[in-house]
């Protein structure tokens, strides 16, 4: 190969790199060109294997063009055009530059053709979104990030520990391709860990919800494309087919149904949401057949515009009022009418109601269920697709723009329609979901077995009366339980509880015997307090207060002092430290990719 | 500014649009038990073909939905909302009970004369003594 290789995701960290020095009136036109170059050069790009670098004993692919890879590549790059413009007006570059090195982090593993590639941009996903959440700046934001990183570095050593595993097997290399999942090994396992604690499986989930209801307001419309996308796209590269995913993407699908009844935050609810839409996903990727594999990808890229669209109508209302809990919002539709309309496109595009983008992606998913005879599979899936219109087509929009709540005066004084490009992105979003339920050859000429998908029609008579009957009684329960389903000022408890109480519960363990010991021997002391013991006992009553309690208590006092303070000196530092370390991550990226750029020059 | 008449216009005439969507119930679930107009030969499973299947599936299912969730949300699954939170709210009571002298001071050294004076005004006057 002859001719420079330009890897996407390149052009998006050196974009974010130059834009500090871009000239602030500049500035819009350049964050809206570098998403649209990314999107052009991805349309650009012929099929095959680029960017192969050589470094010690590994031969690293950069960049893996092929049918597969370019339906993810297509739809993040057009995500990215849309997120971006949706936060176009916020003048903080770091935001800017945290999402797009993100998006770059997502693309790399979609093109990467090796696993050791792959986890390197795996790891730089993680790294970058942090900030996403972070630059909310609330208090439990700080708290909700770290969350985040942790369970996503947890999540990255056991990948690494997998892929190191794998690839050392003998008869095994560092390629990225389908493994072997009739016989699955302890290392695929670690692997399919990794892969799924992305992909919020539960019970891997809890930082989903946790961060994406906390990150900013554009951060979480770019959140919710990527992470567990690209994950997606890892299972159906090297998992597809694997049995245990089936049961897994069921349980999650109805799993989110479930928490999103319970959630107050509209945005958590979306959360939960995405869990229960990748569970199709994650079960169409265990399917593993042809047909559920396009499912799958056809899923996520509809996936990637209506939940963006969703996230953008509440993130407008988060936006605009600074508020996104039911019991705070309501009545809404006299102010933001038109984000109603987008939020509501979004709604019943991911129900799956016919003319909108889930109906032609979701119901390749459950036909596969059911060409496969698991009918079990088929029925959940609708069970669960079901709930879904209960929530995001009928709960958010109802309570949100109707409902019998009334915000507090300020809330409503200041909800307006939002800024003009916050409005272009929905509108976009919203056109393409449309689009994409309507003339369905736009998306099925893109999936990876083409030919496949245009034998499937999803408009027959039977497949649309089944789903508007399941999609219209669903609203009429809505209506007639209406009174069950106000929302409720709280928050549920879930897996996260086990990271964010759990250690309480272990000091109380540590603290509760010794308690109970110490004031045993006390009682102990007092009751045989003989006259003849009198006096020993006051000595032995002296020395456990003064000398052991307080020792206790001062070691305990002066480890909690010194850990209240290591904390808050760590906190600042650590984020210092993080961005600096992440910074030479980025440096190395780049020299990678320009060296793998210029050894393709030179042959 | 249309769009909110056009939502205004339909709630003015809600029992309207509620007999209508009854109706549009009910007509999907007449034309699906048609055979003329939906055919179920492509059905995977046997129940699949009782007229009205998916309705009572989707309504039954919503239903289900509902009441288990929130039954399982008020086993202890929902609480309140500073569950997570630190107990840490004695500063602020702090610094409140601090200013209470100071306020009481300035009630005794500018004896109210008719009517109870806030502290925007106490504070102005005592203010104005010192310069």
């Known amino acids: 190969m002859a001719k420079l290789w330009l890897h996407p995701s390149l052009i998006l960290i050196l974009g974010s790199l130059l834009l500090l020095l871009v000239p602030a009136r500049l500035k819009r036109a350049y964050l809206f060109l570098i998403p649209v170059l990314l999107f052009a050069r991805i349309l650009t790009m012929a099929r095959g294997e680029f960017g192969q670098v050589h470094f010690l004993d590994w031969t690293l692919v950069f960049g893996r063009v092929d049918a597969l890879s370019s339906v993810f590549g297509y739809i993040m790059a057009l995500m990215c055009i849309i997120a971006t413009l949706y936060g176009l007006h916020v003048k903080d570059d770091a935001q800017h530059i945290a999402a797009w090195f993100y998006v770059a982090g997502s693309i790399g593993c979609i093109y990467a053709g090796d696993f050791l590639t792959l986890f390197l941009f795996w790891e730089l996903m993680a790294f970058s979104s942090v900030f996403l959440i972070w630059f909310r700046g609330r208090k439990e934001s700080l708290g909700a990030g770290y969350r985040y990183l942790l369970v996503h570095v947890a999540g990255g050593v056991l990948l690494l520990a997998g892929i190191v595993l794998h690839c050392n097997a003998p008869g095994h290399d560092w390629s990225f391709n389908l493994m072997d999942v009739a016989h699955p090994t302890p290392a695929m396992y670690l692997i399919m860990t990794g892969f799924i604690l992305n992909a919020a499986v539960p019970p891997l989930h809890a930082w989903l919800p946790d961060a994406y209801g906390e990150a900013t307001f554009n951060g979480s419309v770019f959140m919710c494309a990527f992470t567990t996308k690209t994950a997606v796209y890892a299972l159906c590269r090297g998992l597809a087919g694997m049995e245990i995913l089936v049961p897994l993407g069921v349980i999650m699908a109805l799993y989110g149904v479930v928490y999103a009844v319970l959630e107050n935050d509209c945005r958590r609810l979306l959360a939960y949401h995405i869990i229960s839409q990748v569970g199709y996903m994650v079960a169409g990727a265990g399917l593993g057949t042809q047909m559920a594999i396009n499912g799958a990808c056809a899923h996520a890229f509809a996936h990637i515009l209506y939940k963006g669209l969703l996230f953008m109508g509440c993130g407008a209302v988060l936006h605009m009022t600074g508020e996104s809990k039911f019991t705070e919002l309501g009545g809404l539709w006299k102010k933001m009418p038109w984000t109603f309309v987008f939020t509501l496109i979004g709604g019943l595009s991911i129900s799956a109601f016919p003319l909108f983008s889930g109906f032609v992606s979701k119901s390749m998913i459950v036909s596969a269920g059911f060409e496969e005879h698991k009918y079990w599979v088929g029925f959940l899936l609708l069970l669960a697709s079901s709930g879904t219109f209960l929530h995001t087509g009928l709960k958010v929009p109802y309570f949100i723009w109707f409902g019998k709540n009334k915000p507090k005066q300020d809330t409503w004084d200041r909800a307006a329609e939002p800024p003009w490009n916050m409005n272009a992105a929905m509108i976009i979003a919203s056109v393409l979901c449309i689009f994409i339920g309507c003339y369905t050859p736009y998306l099925y000429k893109m999936l990876p077995y083409p030919a496949l998908a245009a034998d499937y029609h999803p408009y027959t008579a039977y497949h649309v009366f089944e789903t508007l009957q399941i999609l219209l009684f669903t609203g009429l329960g809505f209506f007639l339980l209406l009174r069950k389903l106000v929302p409720e000022p709280t928050i549920s408890l879930d897996m996260d509880w086990f990271y964010r109480k759990g250690w309480r519960v272990f000091l109380w363990v540590a603290r509760k015997p010794v308690q109970t010991a110490d004031t045993f021997i006390g009682e102990l002391y007092r009751l045989a307090g003989l006259v003849p013991l009198m006096v020993s006992a006051r000595v032995a009553g002296l020395f456990d207060n003064e000398v052991i309690d307080g020792m206790v208590d001062g070691l305990a006092e002066s480890i909690r002092g010194i850990g209240r303070r290591l904390r808050f000196a760590q906190r600042g530092q650590m984020q210092q430290n993080m961005a600096f370390a992440f910074a030479v991550a980025a440096i190395l990226i780049i020299a990678f990719l320009l060296y793998s750029n210029f050894t393709a020059l030179a042959k | ?131």
């Open chain 2, 1 to 131: 500014m249309n769009l909110a008449k056009l939502i205004e216009f339909l709630r003015n005439r809600l029992k309207t649009v509620i007999w209508i969507s009854c109706a549009v119930l009910a007509l999907v679930v007449v034309l699906d038990a048609i055979p003329a107009v939906v055919d179920k030969e492509h059905a995977h499973t046997g129940p699949e073909h009782w007229p009205a299947f998916w309705a009572v599936f989707g309504f039954v299912g919503c239903v289900v939905i509902i009441l288990f969730s929130k039954w399982f949300g008020h086993l202890g699954i929902m609480t309140r909302e500073d569950y997570y939170e630190e107990p840490s709210s004695a500063a602020t009571a702090d610094r409140s009970a601090a200013f209470t002298p100071q306020s009481v001071a300035s009630h005794n050294a500018l004896p109210p004369k008719g009517g109870a004076p806030n502290d925007g005004h106490g504070r102005a006057t005592k203010g104005g003594r010192h310069g």
